[in-house]
């Protein structure tokens, strides 16, 4: 799945199953900063705005406010936030 011009998503899943896993491929990048080759880690809550005020009431702040990849007015909303060793995680909600 294309995400406007800036990557590519591929899910992968067993046959019959959701998606468990999705990788990322981000144009011109090829290299990372933080880590060793890795970017973030997603993951899928149930609600992504009660699980964000929990996640403020532990003093973790997102990067920006929810949001809707690649410019879409439909489908589930992501967020990234930051873990104590300063690695991203996304967390992918309704």
Do not use: Q, W
């Not at 933080?34 to 149930?46: C, D, Q």
């Amino acid at each position: 799945m294309p995400i406007g011009e800036e990557a590519i998503n591929v899910f992968m899943a067993m046959p019959g199953e959701d998606p468990r896993l999705e990788l990322t491929y981000n144009h011109g990048v090829d290299s990372y900063d933080h880590g060793s080759g890795y970017n973030h880690i997603a993951l899928g809550v149930e609600d992504l705005d009660a699980t964000l005020e929990r996640l403020a009431a532990a003093g973790i702040e997102p990067e920006k406010p929810p949001y809707r990849p690649g410019g879409r007015t439909e489908g589930r909303r992501i967020c990234f936030v930051r873990d104590p060793d300063g690695y991203r995680i996304e967390l992918i909600g309704e």
